[in-house]
């Protein structure tokens, strides 16, 4: 019962971890290119980043409703 509770954060941190990393490479290259854009960057990784935090969040509830 507790390993499926821990699936949302194991699979959702997984992808997440991905897609973070391609954002983060894309927004240093646009920084780079236009450094008055370095914000954007940031924002768009910490949305990603939003998706893992939610997963550990709905992770930690799952793992205190179950009942021993």
């Keep these: 019962s ?3 509770a821990c ?3 194991a699979i959702v941190g997984y992808y997440s ?3 973070q ?3 983060s490479a894309a927004g240093m290259l646009m920084t780079g290119q236009r450094p008055e854009m370095s914000g954007k960057g940031v ?3 910490v ?3 939003t ?3 939610f ?3 709905v992770s930690f509830l799952m793992v205190n409703a179950i009942k021993l």
């Design 17 to 19: 971890a991905i897609r």
């Design 7 to 9: 699936l949302p954060v």
């Design 55 to 57: 997963a550990l969040l």
């Design 2 to 4: 507790y390993i499926v």
């Design 43 to 45: 924002t768009m990784a």
């Design 47 to 49: 949305m990603v980043e």
């Design 21 to 23: 990393a391609k954002v």
């Design 51 to 53: 998706y893992a935090v």
